[in-house]
């Protein structure tokens, strides 16, 4: 009971103009990278912000984060621009109620918080284990590469963060999503301010991504907002493996 949905169809339908939002699950990598990355200012426009896909906003305010709404619309799908500035970011604790709103983010809040001081405490995430790959064990093992202090559990993550993270090759097997995140402490670690707050100069090193499978699926360098913000990706092919050098060389408001 409950569980049902009919629909009548209509003799006749019309064309009409429909407001397809952004999705908030792809502007996850460059909230982060903007909170994250020192001197960034992103604006992100006509993100989709419907409150059962986007607890990812409310954990990041609870962390700290400065993020502004602006020319929000409930004209469909609630949208809005999102205006991401540097933020010095602090533990929280995610579970319950708000775990089905950023299930899918919850790997981008795992890098943000090992960027935050304190303790950040991730629970009823179980879901993440049953993904294209384990997504919990994927950043656990990362993260524990790049230097970070986290833990996983049996639903969850345990992440202790402010430790300073290190150059690592970072493995991933089975899913495109992890490649962007673990760009993005790749891109506030080995990227630091030269000129200006809004164009950041670079250091020599930067982390190489070894993905197993399924690169062909999608080609991060070859998008446009990524070139745009700064996000560089360099293929390197050979008989095993696709290895993506990744850099961010610092995020403009347009």
Known sequence: EGTTASIKPEPVLEGREVQVPGDISSAAYFIAAGLLTPGSEI??????????????????????????????????????????RTSSLKGTVIEGGIIPTLIDEIPMIAVMAAFAEGTTIIRDAQELKVKESDRIAVMVDNLTRMGADIEGTDDGMIIHGGKPLQRSDVRLDGSIAPLLVMAVPGAARYWKPAVSRSLLGRTNQRPTISFFGGVSLFSPGRSPRSRYLGFGFRQNSGNVLDEWVCSFQGAMRP
Request: proline share 5%; charged share 20%.
């Open 43 to 84: 604006l992100l426009k006509n993100v989709g912000i419907n409150p059962t896909r986007a607890g990812i906003l409310k954990v990041c305010m609870d962390m700290g984060a400065d993020i502004t709404l602006l020319n929000e619309s409930t004209e469909g799908e609630p949208t809005a621009d999102l205006l991401i």
